[in-house]
Nanobody
Framework: QVQLVESGGGLVQPGGSLRLSCAAS????????MNWYRQAPGKERELVAG?????????????TYADSVKGRFTISRDGAESSVNLQMNSLKPEDTAVYYC?????????WGPGTQVTVSS
């Protein structure tokens, strides 16, 4: 059974940084996609960043970003672990949202419970 757990959220001032982590378990695929989504109050959930992960080693490929976070956010693999990080720099109040980790699986989407990020002075 695939499980995803996010961590690293919190309160930060505008211009600050946070690092989110998503730990995955139960993934047995050779390659799989791990994404970060976010959902702000009253808004639809949106894709923030994604990366392809090789399940048998340390390889990764095809990292992509929403235009709103390009140059500020970086998605990366955590070594040989089935986990990804999202380094968020130059945070803005509009980045405030619940951030979710997501893995597309055959026939369904796996989601973590989310972690709150609040950017406020």
């Amino acid at each position: 059974q695939v499980q995803l757990v996010e961590s690293g959220g919190g309160l930060v001032q505008p211009g600050g940084s946070l690092r989110l982590s998503c730990a995955a378990s139960g993934l047995t695929y050779r390659w799989y996609r791990m994404n970060w989504y976010r959902q702000a109050p009253g808004k639809e959930r949106e894709l923030v960043a994604g990366i392809d992960i090789h399940g048998g080693g340390t390889s990764y490929r095809d990292s992509t970003y929403a235009d709103s976070v390009k140059g500020r956010f970086t998605i990366s693999r955590d070594g040989a672990e089935s986990s990804v990080n999202l380094q968020m720099n130059s945070l803005k109040p509009e980045d405030t949202a619940v951030y979710y980790c997501n893995v597309p699986l055959p026939g369904r989407l796996a989601w973590g419970p989310g972690t709150q990020v609040t950017v406020s002075s």
